[in-house]
């Protein structure tokens, strides 16, 4: 359905009684469900197939909803001032008392929460008056969606609605910041908030142990090591195809479709996974991708690359 008040009126009814719902934020297509019913969240994992070990990002419509779930610090509170709504999640010590499903956290005494800046995720948990649990729409391990068609694709009957707002601002997921005691931090995923960004901020520095990944190690949405996967063998930082190869190009080296020809990094960023969908529908049986400067969201795109090469 489109994202329209009566869009979001049949979509606030599913979410009530239990059910899952495709919503646009300003990164990508989350699945949403009610974050406080057990039997919701597992929704959610049904659908993606998700492993129970990977916890989900709990959206809410503001610091004070935010607050009534997770014990928020002065360096919680600053990041919060300057990035919400927008694309940084944080993992904070989960309340005790937080009327919050045990499956988000997936076992761990913290939760990631996330104030989006979309208008139609807003309209729905403001409409909803429930904190959402809301991670990527697609399946587990997959390619993120960045319009309804890569939902639809993906997920089909397994979510109860769709709402339709075209195709996502950001086009990548949120910053995932861990907020540690005593005021260390850090990134445990990249996105479109960068580290000298949240430094300027917060003024200090990432803490030394911040996670790598793998499933030893998770803390947050999106650690996997191997993830956003298109189904097909990846090869990085190429510069031609071979025969078998599908590429996908940035700035001067062309391919079969191009993140950016004006080497635009946001561009590409925005891009990234609607490209990665055309790769994966392609008939050439590989796909190559040119070479992606690590530098801003650069770092955020080769995160996502490596773990869909991995």
Not at 61 to 88: C, I, M, N, Q, Y
Not at 185 to 191: A, F, M, T, V
Not at 246 to 270: E, N, R, Y
Request: include cysteine; glycine fraction near 10%.
């Amino acid at each position: 359905m489109p994202a329209s008040a009566d869009g979001i009126a049949a979509a606030v009814r599913i979410i009530a009684a239990g059910g899952t719902v495709a919503v646009p934020t300003e990164t990508v297509y989350g699945l949403a469900a009610r974050a406080d019913s057990d039997a919701a969240v597992a929704e959610i994992y049904r659908a993606k197939g998700r492993p129970d070990f990977n916890p989900l990002i709990v959206h809410v419509p503001d610091l004070a909803a935010a607050e009534r779930l997770a014990l928020f610090d002065g360096t919680a509170r600053a990041l919060a001032a300057v990035f919400w709504p927008g694309a940084l999640t944080m993992v904070l010590p989960r309340r005790a008392a937080a009327p919050l499903a045990a499956a988000v956290s997936a076992g761990l005494p913290t939760v990631a929460l996330r104030c989006p800046a979309h208008a139609v995720m807003q309209a729905l948990l403001r409409e909803c008056g429930l904190p959402l649990a809301a991670p990527s729409a697609n399946r587990s391990g997959g390619v993120s969606p960045t319009s309804a068609a890569h939902v639809i694709a993906s997920l089909g009957d397994r979510v109860g609605l769709v709402l339709d707002d075209g195709e996502t601002a950001q086009g990548i997921e949120s910053t995932i910041v861990a907020v540690r005691p005593g005021g260390g931090w850090s990134i445990l995923r990249p996105g479109p908030i960068g580290e000298t960004q949240l430094a300027e901020v917060i003024g200090t520095r990432p803490d030394a142990g911040a996670v790598a990944g793998g499933e030893a190690s998770i803390e947050a949405p999106g650690q996997l090591a191997s993830h956003y996967a298109p189904g097909k063998p990846v090869r990085l930082d190429a510069t031609r195809a071979d025969a078998d190869e599908f590429l996908i190009g940035f700035g001067g080296v062309a391919g079969h479709v191009s993140l950016s020809t004006a080497g635009d990094l946001a561009q590409a960023a925005a891009r990234l996974y609607a490209c990665l969908h055309l790769a994966a529908d392609a008939a050439q049986p590989r796909i190559a991708v040119a070479p992606i400067p690590a530098e801003g969201i650069g770092i955020a795109i080769n995160d996502r690359l490596g773990r869909a090469a991995a």
